[in-house]
């Protein structure tokens, strides 16, 4: 993946498309983000980071795990999570140096569940509107269970899977198309003919680089 920087906006349109594609509950936040603000009024300087799994060649959760629940995947070089061979140990959390694992300590989306309406005979429950949908919760995508838990549950952790149900049909990440900025891009390193191969032409950069871990998301520019 690559991410352009100079023309990302910092608007997090890509946390929010990644919630909805992915079913995440509130503080999962697989898409994410870093930002600083340096130096003193006026001389000021914000930078705003976009962040994801990393889906690093060398990956330090792939070697933590004791069950190979994660595993770089084969025809693809995606570092994916299993989560039915999950037990939640939590070693690649420790072990992933950039913080974007989470692990569910709690059974996931509990507030679609209250009973209670914030004004009484106005407003509905957020029980009845669960209901009512016929759905775990009202902005369920039924999709992503093609080839992972739709919705992971209590003891196990998650991560970004670089929506590889979408990969698997020839269509970009959820995050990428939903892009008002069109600042990112996911392409075949393995493929001369690739755009990403322009794309890195630029001045660009990893995360960590100096950990070895090998990133491959790739920021271009500066914000």
Not at 14 to 42: Q, Y
Not at 151 to 179: A, N, T
């Amino acid at each position: 993946m690559t991410i352009d920087l100079q023309s990302c906006i910092g608007c997090a349109a890509c946390s929010v498309a990644c919630k909805n594609e992915n079913n995440t509950d509130t503080g999962m936040n697989w898409s994410h983000h870093i930002h600083t603000t340096t130096g003193t009024f006026p001389n000021v300087k914000y930078e705003y980071i976009p962040t994801l799994c990393n889906h690093c060649d060398n990956a330090p959760c792939v070697k933590a795990c004791p069950v190979k629940a994660m595993y770089k995947d084969d025809e693809n070089g995606l570092t994916l999570h299993n989560a039915d061979k999950c037990i939640g140990c939590k070693a690649c959390m420790a072990s992933c140096p950039y913080g974007v694992i989470s692990y569910n300590k709690k059974d996931p989306h509990q507030y679609w569940n209250d009973q209670e309406s914030w004004y009484d005979d106005v407003s509905a429950t957020p029980a009845e509107i669960k209901e009512k949908i016929g759905t775990e919760v009202p902005y369920y995508n039924p999709e992503r269970a093609f080839n992972y838990e739709a919705i992971r549950y209590r003891g196990i952790v998650e991560k970004c899977q670089m929506c590889d149900h979408r990969l698997d049909r020839g269509e970009q990440p959820y995050c990428v198309s939903r892009c008002p900025a069109e600042a990112r891009y996911v392409g075949d390193l393995n493929d001369p003919n690739d755009k990403i191969h322009e794309l890195l032409t630029h001045d660009h950069k990893t995360l960590r680089e100096d950990l070895g871990t090998k990133p491959k998301v790739f920021y271009l520019r500066s914000f």
